[in-house]
């Protein structure tokens, strides 16, 4: 009796022009999908589609300028151009026509790493704490004013040393009835954010002061009680 030997099929192989061909087609593919997802990152809407803490800053930040509104908090805002974020979005001043949302929130890998773990975990307020001065810039390892002034917005403000020249800041509203940058207190060189607020009304912090009560505000700006109980009101401790 003998035994039938299996026939060997022989193995095709894959022409090497047409396994170049599909290599190349897969690398552009993946470098087409990081393009679009980086272009999609570099756009307000992205932290709002990961985060829904995001939401209510991405609305502010969209709201029409120049008229009544409502802020991050969902309180109601006389005028959206005391918030800066919605100011500052459509202007004239700059050689961009709109600022975005990662043009002042630079992206530095190590909080972008740092926010994903703790939304992966579920470890974050809603809604968040408010930050302001070195909290916006710890990452960058920059001066808290450099989030307000720098090379590319209040350049007009800076010293030689790269940093917020107080008497060019204290000259810029040298035309006001109350000039809000005179240092009154040299010691106490409050920070831009102390006032100026990205997503809810910018607020007088003068007003602090007894003798400055009945300052006039811009229009939609807020005294400091009125901030005092709105962060009250918001964050209220059960």
């Not at 396994?19 to 990081?34: D, E, F, H, N, P």
């Not at 829904?52 to 991405?58: C, G, I, K, S, T």
């Not at 020249?165 to 831009?192: G, I, V």
């Amino acid at each position: 009796m003998t035994e039938e030997k299996e026939e060997k099929r022989p193995r095709k192989r894959l022409d090497p022009k047409k396994k170049a061909t599909i290599l190349v087609a897969a690398l552009v593919i993946v470098a087409a999908g990081g393009l679009g997802f980086w272009k999609w990152h570099e756009t307000p809407g992205f932290c709002a589609a990961i985060c829904h803490n995001m939401d209510q800053y991405l609305a502010t930040y969209l709201e029409p300028q120049n008229a009544p509104g409502v802020d991050k908090y969902g309180n109601p805002v006389s005028n959206t151009n005391a918030m800066m974020s919605v100011l500052h979005r459509s202007n004239a001043t700059t050689g961009k026509s709109e600022i975005l949302c990662l043009d002042c929130h630079h992206a530095v890998i190590g909080e972008q790493v740092s926010e994903g773990m703790y939304w992966a975990t579920g470890n974050y307020l809603d809604p968040l704490d408010e930050r302001v001065g070195g909290h916006l810039t710890a990452w960058w390892k920059e001066d808290s004013t450099r989030f307000c002034a720098n090379e590319n917005c209040h350049a007009y403000l800076l010293g030689e040393d790269g940093l917020v020249d107080r008497s060019k800041l204290e000259q810029s509203t040298w035309m006001m009835e109350f000039n809000p940058h005179s240092q009154y207190h040299e010691a106490q060189q409050m920070e831009c954010t102390a006032c100026h607020k990205g997503h809810r009304a910018s607020v007088q912090n003068c007003t602090s002061c007894h003798e400055h009560e009945n300052i006039a505000l811009p229009d939609g700006w807020i005294t400091a009680t009125e901030s005092k109980e709105l962060m009250e009101k918001t964050f209220v401790v059960d």
